[in-house]
Every structure is written in C-alpha cells, then in structure tokens.
C-alpha cells in the first residue's frame, strides 16, 4: 500500500481526512501534538479515531508552543473568543505558526517512511480566518518541502493533499458519513472538558453545529451540562 501521513488532531476535519486517505488505498500514519493545548480530550479523540478507522500507525509528538503563546488555544489568560469571527480580523484563536511546524514534523516522517503524501485538514471556506489554512500557503510549503527534502532533490516530489480545502463544513459532514466516520468520537471544541464535552459558545462548536444542521444530521457533540 502506499503510506501517507496524516495530521490527526481528534476534530471532525482531520478524521475525515484519514477516512478519505483510507478510502484512497493509503495506509495510514497518523501523527497527532501535544502542543500545550488547553486540553487533551482531542488527543484522546485521536487515539480513538485513529484506532477505529484503521491507521497503520499513530504516533504523538511533544512540542512546547506553550512555551510563546500569542494563542487563546495556548495561554490560559487569554479567554477563548464566543462572539463569533469578525470579518477581516485573524481571531486569538490562531496559533503562530502551528500548521507550519506541525507539516515540518509530518514532512520528516514522511521522509524516513519514504511515503510520498501528507493529508491536512485545512478549510479555506468554513474557518476562522487563520492565514495557514489558505491554499496559497500550502502551495507554497509544498514548494518549499521539494526543495528542502532528500527525496524531493532526488525527483520524488511530495504532495500535500488537502480534500477538504474548498468544501463547506456540511459537505465534509456529509463526506464523512458516507465513509463510515463515527463522529461521536471526535472533539471540536477549542475549551472542551476532561471528559471531551464541549462548550457549546466557541468557533469551533459554532461551525461544527451549523454543518451538521446544514447537512441535515444528527450532531453527535456531547455539551457540558450549563452552568
């Protein structure tokens, strides 16, 4: 089979990512970061997607973006945002630098596996806004991994595959599904609890609920009782 890397976080997007590439004949190697996020229920979620949709391996790496923060998904006093994205403002939510540094670790497995494609979840119609899931910036880190690359120098170019890039989230919901994807394993929330419930007020709830409504099927989330 040929092997693929996959960035898996335990969000919707990523595991119907992995259900895409398993439907494509990959085999899947599933690398997911424990970044000094506010929470690990998605690397929980990761691990049980990972398992049940078949990766061939699954891997997590340990990185301290904590360490810089500039994030309300990596500094703890600054509140995750509820109110919704403001068109033309790049939200706290963003992560400096998170999906180059995560495609740079995939990039470096992919070379010692001597697989050929990386598969990343990013959006560029339902988001944030966040500059790293554009497709010109993945163009370019494509670019750039040919010509940094052992493999690339020696005329074995590497894909960056994004099968989501320029869907709406009710597509993805609904190409998900017909893969057999359990979205009731899956945590989106940016503030979800020990136990992967969700907060129900966040970006991430908030374009998670409206796909699923927009698909017309049954959102699986688990919600926090309210306060």
């Known amino acids: 089979m040929k092997k693929a890397v996959i960035l898996l976080s335990g969000g919707l997007d990523s595991a119907t990512v992995l259900a895409i590439a398993r439907d494509q004949g990959f085999a899947a190697y599933c690398l997911s970061f424990d970044y000094g996020q506010r929470h690990n229920a998605e690397l929980a979620a990761a691990r049980r997607v990972a398992a049940t949709l078949g990766a061939t391996e699954h891997r997590v790496a340990t990185i301290d973006l904590k360490a810089f923060g ?15 994205v403001v068109e033309g403002e790049i939200p706290v939510t963003y992560v400096p630098a998170r999906n180059t540094i995560m495609l740079s670790y995939a990039l470096a497995w992919a070379e010692v ?27 370019a880190f494509e670019a750039m991994a040919n010509l940094a690359t052992r493999t690339g120098v020696e005329g074995k170019p590497l894909r960056i595959n994004t099968p989501l890039i320029d869907l709406t989230k009710a597509q993805i919901v609904q190409r998900g599904t017909a893969l057999g994807v359990d979205y009731g394993l899956t945590v989106s929330c940016y503030q979800a609890d020990d136990q992967g419930r969700a907060c129900g007020a966040c970006d991430a709830c908030r374009l998670r609920r409206i796909g699923f409504e927009a698909a017309g099927l049954t959102d699986p989330t688990r919600y926090r009782p309210a306060a």
Do not use: H, Q
């Open 70 to 84: 500039g994030s309300a998904l990596t500094d703890a006093s600054i509140e995750v945002p509820t109110g919704g």
């Open 113 to 139: 596996l001597e697989a050929s494609d990386l598969f990343i979840g990013v959006n560029a119609v339902d988001y944030s806004g966040y500059p790293d899931c554009r497709p010109e910036y993945i163009a």
